[in-house]
T-cell receptor, first 111, second 117 residues
Framework: LAKTTQPISMDSYEGQEVNITCSHN???????ITWYQQFPSQGPRFIIQ???TKVTNEVASLFIPADRKSSTLSLPRVSLSDTAVYYC????????????FGAGTRLAVHP | DVKVTQSSRYLVKRTGEKVFLECVQD?????MFWYRQDPGLGLRLIYF???????EKGDIPEGYSVSREKKERFSLILESASTNQTSMYLC????????????????FGPGTRLTVT
């Protein structure tokens, strides 16, 4: 099972682009990369998922290099409401392996 | 929108009590999950179920059991609560993933903060 490593915390300012990188050196061929967002006292919310190259939706972009040993979640023009914990998750979307959320990255957006 | 509800937001129980945590989802999802969340440890999977009456152990099943008698309902049971089970418990649901496995697009409930004294 691929272990993930993310920064514990990050700070940014309103209007800036934020990039959070997740390292997953032991990612397996069948593994997908998924990111969640969690606000205090709420359950996590699915943001984006990808397998390779780049995925974009209305909330974020996910960049995955060719070797897939890392991935970067990009949040364009953050606002105060983007202050949250962001989790990177790696696992086999077709199997029944245990899913593990790491400690996440605590993003603080300042005025 | 998918709605996942949990029976209580806050619960206080005594050591040795039997505790039931209930979760209901309204989107006809096949998969349901129970996680616990502790500071600095992120979310850890306790059990999941991919069908009625089916269950699979997650990463930390010790001290817990589950029940899924109906598709929309998934219960977590602490047979004899202990203080180290004080935690935030989160239920989630999802459709089946590709190839019939676990989908990574999961929908979470608001959580139950359980305190065992």
């Amino acid at each position: 099972l691929a272990k993930t490593t993310q920064p514990i915390s990050m700070d940014s300012y309103e209007g800036q682009e934020v990039n959070i990188t997740c390292s997953h050196n032991n990612i397996a061929t069948n593994d997908y990369i998924t990111w969640y967002q969690q606000f205090p006292s709420q359950g996590p919310r699915f943001i984006i998922q990808g397998y390779k190259t780049k995925v974009t939706n209305e909330v974020a972009s996910l960049f995955i290099p060719a070797d897939r040993k890392s991935s970067t979640l990009s949040l364009p023009r953050v606002s105060l409401s983007d202050t949250a914990v962001y989790y990177c998750l790696v696992g086999d979307a077709g199997g029944y392996n245990k899913l593990i959320f790491g400690a996440g990255t605590r993003l603080a957006v300042h005025p | 929108d998918v709605k996942v509800t949990q029976s209580s937001r806050y619960l206080v129980k005594r050591t040795g009590e039997k505790v039931f945590l209930e979760c209901v989802q309204d989107m006809d999802h096949e998969n349901m999950f129970w996680y616990r969340q502790d500071p600095g440890l992120g979310l850890r999977l306790i059990y999941f179920s991919y069908d009625v009456k089916m269950k699979e152990k997650g990463d930390i099943p010790e001290g817990y059991s589950v029940s899924r008698e109906k598709k929309e309902r998934f219960s977590l049971i602490l047979e004899s609560a202990s203080t180290n089970q004080t935690s935030m418990y989160l239920c989630a649901s999802s459709l089946l993933g590709t190839s019939g496995g676990i989908s990574y697009e999961q929908y979470f409930g608001p959580g139950t903060r359980l305190t065992v004294t």
